[in-house]
């Protein structure tokens, strides 16, 4: 088991929680109190600051509940924190909706998965293999 440790900056800031055992990801609570008009976007603040272990990144990624039942997603998706950011987290909400959101202190609002990164070193070369796909890129595959 690795060990992700939190700060809390505020009064009332909750700590990720995972909802149930074998959760990929942990639950970021709101600290703000906001009303996201439909098509507007929102800077959502969770009160915490983590400090990553070695090697390792969080994503940030939607809540499937408030994007099925209010249109409601993570704008950057998967939003990426390094493992030297130890600010504030904050999530970018979009409310794709027809009607305004209402975000309330201690609303569940988005997950966070920690993840391992690899560090690749960077070589320029003058040629790329080739491949069966090549260069084909969006829909190369079939609608």
Partial sequence: MVTLKVKTLYEGAILPAYAYPGDAGMDLFSVDD???QPNDIALINTGI???LPPMTEAQIRPRSGLALKHGVTVLNTPGTIDE????E???ILINHGKEPFHVTKEMRIAQLVVKPTLIVS???VSEIQSSKRGSDGFGSSGV
């Fill in 34 to 36: 906001k009303i996201i």
């Fill in 49 to 51: 600051v983590i400090e």
């Fill in 84 to 87: 030297g950011y130890h600010g």
């Fill in 89 to 91: 987290i904050g999530i």
């Fill in 122 to 124: 960077i070589v320029k």
